[in-house]
């Protein structure tokens, strides 16, 4: 079990320091700052072991989270619960910083004895975690309060407090996706895959029964062995196949598993309701055609064209289009139709930003390159071609075909809740080889 | 450096500098670069010329870069645009990155040894001095190729400066470090050494090292600079405090410079001048004696460079050796020493100590030191210091004081630091043995160590314990009294099992007198420790049980139990379990007689290098003792090991089937298996042996189907050495051993192998013949750990021989080392057919014993065959052509082997002949064709073989032109199927 977490700013020094264990001392801090933060390499393994100590350490903006342990845990638990504090932090004051680390320690001690109990991950709901910790002063809370938290936090559904109530009755249910691709300068897709999220917020008044449908295709074949035939061809071509999936706590597993139904009782606000990746038929929104031509030692010529591949209604935003150049580039020319591009020294890159650009269109760049002749050898490796934008649809295909709210309690239907679906798609790592 | 004019503050760099101090992580750190590398590319690529100011800044900013960790592969050529500047700053800045950024790329080295020509042929002193230091700094061959035929001039010249001279002289000795054959002094070589009078100090410290550093290699063309140095010295030394100003540190005068001399004068012997050994006398006293003087200021700078001076000189006395007065005072200097409150003088004076207490003139001087020495060991709080102690102690040790010191050591060794525990336990083992007025003493002494720090005891220290045990009759009693009681104490080190095992398996007799040590009291003992020991010492200890048996019958019933209880008998560990079954039998069968034999005491081992010694050395490094010394040493060890191996056979009774490491008692088993260098004496021989099985392998296995591993080859030897013992002594060479006959069957049909094996000696064999002639190569291996003394081998071809063969041999070298082997080479010529075979005569001495065998050597009239190739017709027209009686020899006889159609193949191919396919009508029948070559004349013979597989019986038939060979070859070949 995780021994003890600390928090460190950029320059190592120590922001947050709780020890859970006795096997964790004060020099567990100065090891990792050591061997990790000031290491002469940069630490790329988010594990590290210093005499026989396991350090697990995630990095957000310039802050690192060091869990550490003595003990042979599950390394994925202990990421999990990184994440989740991080997610913590950051529903209680926002962007995790120096600053806002330094403002709110009492608050992050709190929450740290909340979350964490002698090592084992307890309670990180935001939700729950809210009602009785506290950023207002105290405020001494009546009995029956009290009594409230205790059963909640103890009870089957630690995510949701009962006696909610909201006058309209809302939930904004958002698709994001961010879609990775590595392509060969011929076109070629060398690997492609999309991982996805389900991001849920709900205004729901009491205790509502949701139930979340989506173009899943063992789902739809199942359906469609049920009903005719003609449907499961129908619906067959739009469905899609889900490489792994996981789930928030309060989607009931043992249904999912028998009936591939999702079914849950949502906390109050934000939450992530599932997260998800596939591999197949996925829409590419951009394709990157280089050509890079080398004149002579002291001069190279890049000439790179973008298309959109989505349909003509839709706006793609954000496009950013970064071009690699050689370590010895003395100046640049570049030339672009559409959008600005600028040689960034510091970055080794020309950047081309695009503000829009609907689909089915075709952009142009042509660039310049002048060398500086140096008395090293090695060739330039030619590192590929990255790209970033967002597009308005989910580019594995996901379609949300249903959300139902049942409240048998509380006098309001499905009909009366009002539903937002977005789907936004982005960029991870989409690259082309040139 | 020159006054810094305006703009040289290089704002830019600054800025830069400031700016990536100020980055919050390295990523920011890395963009900053990234954009400033940018920024300084375009710079040198733009068309408009830079003026120097901004070629040395951006220079600069890029030697910056480069020092952070960055890599750097352009600006190079703007480095060596600013060699050429007039400006020191810009040239300064223009070496700083040629130093630190050079490469060896061929065009740009021709551009700065340009460069740095120019500005060493200029007359200007700084010019001169940079690049001299880049040249330095750089160091590398093509500098030394293009600057070594220049530098000794500028270093002589008279109208150098004297900043320059230092330079050049400390220049040339990086170029001397880096490529000595380059530099060459020669004709340079007496001005250099004037060099020491030089009126500069500061070049006559940096000319000193150079001198030290060139007469460590060429000592007698240097030779001069001992009589300057010993007067510069003495003008050093009776200088006042005030006298050298600029090199006076602290009121010492000039200590650097007269450290270096102190050390330059330690690569000389004596000065042979009596006069310039009394002035060098006069100054080491000089120097003493201001070690008397009270201090002239309290500041640690002030002593450190007095008693830097001061070791200096003490270290030239002890080198010198030879000034009682001096080494006595050196001596007395140090002991004040050992109690100052600094503790690096304390370690220094140990250190220093050692070497002094291993001059025969200050020897008694060191002893007086003892207790403090003692003190030292004990109450000092850092270890190396007390490990320098211990090293003193173990140097000043000797008869007189040797108990006092032993038992200090000892008492030391319960507290002493892990990491000097087995060296201080070697120590101490050596200096017991050395030492040692009465073995009980030492035995007592061992014991006690194996007691407090047995798991630092080595086996060498075990073993050599043993050694002497076993060789001195007169402790062994005291042994195994002081062993019975040691291992009465609950909890004893397994060093301490073996001992007392090996001893009282031994001598156990000599106290079963006392009703409290009966022989089952000491067995239950020992068995009582063999359950919580690891398999070795349970091998050791089964051992020891066998050899109860026979040392006191009246334990025979409850050994013969534990040895078959499961746990012995059924043990997973095979060398325990083969043990347990062997002793087990051996006790049931053999009667007291052959048990008496078998498991007789040990006998004495000779006497040899300690091999604790050998191990202390090694633990030393190199450093302590020369290597060839060592490796010595430890080759010695390891053949006498290995020999002591075959030794023992007889009486470790399970080496009798197994030689296995962990069989030996005494073996090494530290010993590499089997290194190039000193291979043992086993090995070799086998590998020959495995060749010739490799030649004809499918002879080997059939007809000597034991002779494959070594093991077994072992056995056979053993076993061949009990039922006909090698023991003619007479000067006269022995009739021929009764089974040489038979060895020579053995080869008559394959030409590599093993001729002759006992314990002693193993004779292989490897032979080619070319027509009428042949080469025979013998291989003498010495399987014992004692050198064969007048090892002498004769050939000789008796009666009519001697006309039929030439046999010429190659003298052998009278001395054979244990486990070594030799080799002759011995050519033989067939004159004309033959009968009988040459005999081979080997004497020589072993362990005083003279031997003498005589074996007949594999040379028989077959090996001379020529294959003949031949068609069915022509064979049959030949074997017509001989038809007359006496041409033709026939034998019917028994198959001694299977007749297997391959081997006999091979065996008739191993004859000579050529073998010929689809000649004779019935297929199973072989024929063969061959020409035998003599010098006189050719024999053609003709054979045929038919095998009778349901009588298994054979029916051989040979025609050949000449009688007498029929016959032979009739009567050879009969012995073979």
């Not at chain 2, 195994?480 to 060093?495: I, R």
């Not at chain 2, 290597?627 to 007889?650: M, Q």
């Amino acid at each position: 079990m995780i021994g003890g977490l600390f928090i460190y700013n950029h320059k190592g020094e120590v922001l947050i320091s709780r020890v859970y264990r006795d096997d964790i001392g004060r020099n567990a801090v100065d090891a990792f700052r050591v061997n990790v933060i000031h290491a002469r390499q940069q630490v790329r393994s988010p594990v590290t072991n210093i005499a026989r100590t396991s350090f697990f350490h995630v990095k957000r903006s310039n802050i690192w989270l060091a869990a550490v342990t003595k003990q042979n845990v599950n390394a994925a638990m202990v990421f999990e619960f990184l994440y989740k504090m991080c997610d913590v932090m950051t529903a209680y004051f926002g962007k995790i910083s120096e600053e806002n680390i330094k403002n709110n320690f009492v608050l992050i001690y709190e929450l740290l004895d909340e979350i964490l109990d002698f090592g084992y991950p307890q309670n990180s709901e935001t939700g729950a975690l809210k009602t009785f910790i506290t950023q207002q002063g105290i405020k001494s809370q009546t009995k029956e309060e009290q009594s409230q938290i205790t059963s909640q936090v103890t009870g089957q559904i630690g995510w949701r407090r009962e006696g909610i109530k909201y006058r309209r009755n809302e939930l904004f249910l958002d698709v994001l996706e961010s879609v990775n691709l590595l392509m060969s300068p011929q076109g070629q897709v060398l690997s492609a895959h999309v991982s996805g999220r389900v991001v849920m917020k709900s205004y729901l008044s009491g205790m509502p029964e949701c139930k979340f449908g989506m173009n899943d295709k063992i789902v739809i074949d199942k359906q469609g062995k049920g009903g005719t035939t003609d449907d499961t061809v129908k619906s067959g071509k739009q469905s899609i196949a889900i490489d792994d999936c996981t789930f928030h706590q309060c989607v009931r597993l043992s249904k999912f598993d028998s009936e591939r139904s999702i079914s849950f009782i949502p906390p109050d606000g934000e939450y992530e309701l599932m997260r998800y990746r596939t591999t197949k038929d996925i829409i590419l929104p951009f394709r990157v055609i280089p050509l890079v031509r080398e004149v002579g030692r002291t001069k190279l010529e890049v000439k790179v064209v973008i298309k959109s591949n989505f349909k003509p209604s839709l706006l793609a935003q954000k496009i950013e289009v970064r071009i690699p150049t050689p370590l010895n580039t003395s100046g640049v020319q570049v030339i672009c139709m559409k959008g600005k591009a600028k040689y960034k020294a510091s970055e080794n890159a020309i950047v081309w930003k695009i503000k829009r650009m609907a689909g089915m269109k075709e952009s142009q760049i042509s660039a310049e390159i002048e060398l500086l002749p140096t008395n090293d050898k090695k060739k330039w490796a030619r590192p590929p071609i990255s790209m970033n934008f967002e597009v308005p649809f989910a580019p594995s295909g996901l379609k949300v075909r249903y959300l139902k709210v049942f409240e048998p309690k509380l006098n309001y239907s499905d009909h009366d809740v009002i539903k937002w679906v977005r789907y936004i798609g982005r960029s991870g790592i989409y690259e082309t080889r040139c | 450096m020159p006054a810094v004019s305006k703009g040289d503050g290089m704002r830019g760099l600054a800025v830069f500098i400031s700016d990536i101090r100020n980055c919050k992580s390295k990523e920011a750190e890395i963009k900053r670069i990234n954009k400033e590398l940018a920024n300084i590319r375009s710079k040198f690529k733009g068309d408009k010329a830079l003026d120097g100011y901004s070629k040395k800044k951006y220079v600069c900013k890029l030697l910056f870069i480069f020092l952070l960790g960055h890599d750097i592969d352009f600006g190079h050529m703007e480095a060596v645009n600013l060699l050429s500047s007039n400006k020191y700053t810009e040239k300064q800045i223009g070496y700083l990155f040629i130093s630190v950024l050079v490469n060896s790329n061929s065009e740009l080295i021709r551009l700065i040894n340009n460069a740095i020509k120019n500005d060493l042929s200029s007359r200007n002193p700084t010019f001169m001095c940079l690049a001299l230091h880049c040249i330095a700094n750089v160091g590398s061959r093509e500098m030394a190729e293009a600057f070594a035929g220049e530098i000794p001039r500028i270093l002589v010249a008279g109208d150098t400066m004297d900043s320059v001279k230092q330079s050049a002289a400390l220049c040339l000795l990086r170029l001397y470090k880096t490529s000595p054959d380059l530099v060459l002094m020669g004709e340079w070589t007496s001005r250099v050494v004037h060099l020491l009078n030089d009126q500069h100090m500061g070049v006559v410290t940096a000319a000193i090292s150079l001198i030290t550093c060139l007469s460590q290699k060429n000592p007698d063309e240097f030779k001069t600079c001992v009589s300057l140095a010993v007067s510069r010295l003495s003008r050093i030394v009776s200088s006042a405090s005030t006298d050298l100003q600029d090199y006076t540190y602290y009121f010492v005068p000039a200590p650097w410079l007269s450290c270096k001399l102190l050390r330059l004068l330690q690569c000389y012997p004596p000065p042979e001048d009596g006069a310039v050994k009394g002035r060098l006398v006069e100054c080491l006293e000089t120097i003493l004696n201001k070690a008397q003087e009270p201090p002239k200021s309290k500041k640690v700078q002030h002593s450190n460079a007095k008693n830097a001076i001061l070791f200096e000189a003490i270290s030239l006395i002890i080198h010198y050796d030879s000034e009682p007065n001096l080494l006595v005072r050196a001596c007395n200097q140090l002991g004040q020493f050992l109690q100052h409150r600094e503790t690096n003088l304390r370690y220094l004076a140990l250190e220093s100590m050692c070497t002094l207490a291993s001059s025969e003139f200050s020897h008694e001087a060191v002893k007086t030191h003892i207790e403090t020495v003692i003190n030292a060991l004990k109450t000092e709080r850092d270890v190396s210091v007390r490990q320098r102690a211990a090293d003193l102690l173990y140097a000043m040790c000797d008869r007189s004081n040797a108990k006092q010191i032993v038992a200090e050591m000892l008492s030391y060794l319960e507290t002493a630091d892990y990491s000097i525990r087995e060296e201080m336990v070697l120590k101490v083992a050596i200096l017991a043995e050395k030492y040692a007025v009465d073995y009980s003493w030492y035995v007592d002494t061992i014991l006690n160590l194996i007691r407090i720090a047995g798991d630092y005891v080595s086996e060498e220290v075990w073993y050599r314990v043993i050694q002497i045990v076993i060789n001195r009759d007169d402790v062994q009693g005291y042994a195994a009294k002081t062993v019975f009681e040691a291992l009465q104490a609950p909890a004893c080190h397994e060093n301490m099992v073996k001992v007392g095992g090996y001893i009282l398996g031994e001598f156990g007799n000599l106290i079963a007198g006392d009703p409290r040590s009966s022989p089952l009291v000491q067995f239950n003992l020992l068995h009582s420790k063999f359950h919580l020991c690891s398999v070795p010492t349970r091998a050791l200890l089964l051992s020891a049980y066998i050899k109860f048996i026979n040392l006191f019958p009246e334990t025979k019933s409850t050994i013969q139990e534990v040895l078959r209880s499961d746990s012995q008998i059924r043990n997973s560990d095979v060398e325990l379990q083969q043990r347990a079954v062997e002793y087990l039998k051996l006790s049931s069968i053999a009667s007291t007689d052959v048990l008496a034999t078998v498991l007789e005491e040990m006998p004495p081992f000779p006497e040899r290098e300690s091999s604790i010694l050998a191990k202390l050395k090694k633990k030393k490094g190199p450093g302590a003792v020369s290597v060839n010394e060592l490796e010595e040493g430890k080759r010695e060890g390891e053949l006498n090991g290995g020999g002591e191996r075959g030794d023992n056979s007889g009486i470790s009774a399970s080496n009798a089937s197994t030689p296995s490491p962990s069989a030996d008692l005494l073996g090494l088993r530290t010993v590499p298996p089997v290194s190039a260098a000193a291979p043992s004496a086993g090995s070799l021989l086998v590998d020959v042996f495995s060749e010739a099985g490799v030649n004809d392998d499918g002879f080997l296995r059939d007809m000597e189907p034991p002779t494959e591993s070594s093991d077994s080859l072992l056995a056979e030897g053993s076993g061949d050495s009990d039922s006909a013992p090698p023991s003619a002594v007479s000067e006269d060479p022995a009739p021929p051993l009764p089974e040489s006959n038979e060895l020579l069957n053995k080869f008559v049909c394959k030409n590599n192998g093993v001729l002759f094996e006992n314990q002693l000696l193993q004779i292989g064999i490897k032979s080619e013949y070319r027509q009428n002639l042949g080469r025979m190569y013998l291989f003498y291996g010495n399987k014992t750990s004692v050198q064969f003394v007048t090892f002498t081998t004769t050939v000789t071809c008796p009666g009519e021989l001697q006309s039929q063969l030439n046999v010429q041999t190659k003298i052998v070298e009278p001395l054979i080392e244990g486990g070594a082997q030799v080799q002759q080479v011995i050519n033989i010529e067939c004159l004309t057919d033959f009968l009988d075979a040459p005999l081979l005569n080997i004497k020589f001495r072993y362990g005083g014993a003279l031997q003498n065998l005589t074996l007949k050597l594999p040379v028989t009239i077959n090996k001379f065959f020529q294959p003949t190739e031949m068609a069915s017709h022509d064979f049959f027209q030949r074997w017509k052509q001989l038809s007359q009686p006496q041409q033709e020899a026939q034998k019917i006889f028994k198959a001694n082997h299977a007749m297997d159609t391959e081997v006999l193949k091979a065996k008739l191919l191993g004859l000579g002949m050529a073998l010929l396919e689809n000649v004779d009508p019935n297929p199973e029948n072989f024929v063969c064709a061959g020409v035998i070559q003599t010098k006189a004349q050719q024999v053609g013979s003709l054979l045929r073989l038919e095998p009778n597989a349901q009588a298994q019986m054979y029916r051989l038939t040979l025609r050949s032109s000449k009688d007498t060979v029929s016959q032979r070859l009739c009567e050879l070949l009969a012995e073979q199927f």
